[in-house]
């Protein structure tokens, strides 16, 4: 398994006469109102942002935005997506080729890092966009009335990838302990990538919320030992 196969973004699309865009801009088109979708959502939520916000950021109309993307849900599954695929198959491409150079001799450590990198550096060296989209995840995580579905939508089969092959670190640990292990990394990490600069104002400056190279090295360790503390092996 090295790509994940992501479902196309929910809603209706392309409703109403097409307009009359050569093929290259049009695709410029569609990254700009994406783009301007992120950045508004990351700020407001899925609720504080309208299809009308989104056209004037973009600079477009807003007949475009319904022709491209249909209703506002559809719109924000296609910034979702678009993003998610990179980070995804990433985590899984680089997971894989952890495994497979150090078959029968992986780590907690090596695996977790392996799987976390890829956003970190992504919203480290990726540009405005990747800081907007790990905001966004952060928020949509932790959104009682579609986050669950959302992200196992389109993150599920990496993390369900990085499970079995914890399973073969920690081969006596119960499925149960390995979810619960998983949700408390999860949790970590899309606050992290956040960025809210809570752990700033907590530590009186000691620590940085965007020192993300420091915040990964500290996640590995800190996963690894609690994987480790809730995963025992199973009782014979």
Request: net charge neutral; proline share 6%; glycine share 10%.
């Amino acid at each position: 398994m090295t790509k994940l196969d992501l479902p196309p973004p929910v809603g209706p699309a392309r409703r109403g006469r097409p307009p009359k865009i050569k093929a290259g801009v049009a695709g410029d088109t569609r990254d700009l109102i994406l783009d301007a979708a992120e950045d508004l959502f990351s700020k407001h939520g899925f609720y504080g942002v309208t299809i009308r916000e989104v056209a004037r950021e973009a600079g477009v109309d807003t007949a475009l935005v319904h022709y491209y993307f249909g209703a506002k849900r559809g719109l924000f599954d296609a910034v979702f997506l678009r993003r998610a695929e990179v980070w995804n198959n990433e985590r899984v491409d680089a997971i894989n080729r952890y495994a497979l150079v150090h078959t029968g001799a992986m780590t907690l450590e090596g695996l977790l890092r392996a799987f976390l990198e890829p956003p970190f550096q992504w919203s480290l060296k990726g540009g405005p966009g990747w800081k907007h989209y790990s905001a966004l995840v952060a928020q949509t995580n932790a959104n009682p009335t579609f986050g669950g579905e959302t992200m196992a939508r389109y993150f599920d089969p990496a993390i369900r990838r990085l499970i079995e092959l914890v399973k073969v670190v920690l081969p006596d640990a119960r499925e149960v302990d390995l979810y619960w292990a998983y949700h408390n990394l999860s949790g970590a990490l899309t606050l992290t990538l956040g960025e809210t600069g809570r752990l700033d104002r907590l530590s009186g400056g000691l620590c940085r919320s965007g020192d993300l190279e420091t915040a990964c090295d500290y996640m590995v360790r800190f996963a690894a030992a609690g994987f480790r503390a809730v995963c025992p092996p199973m009782e014979t």
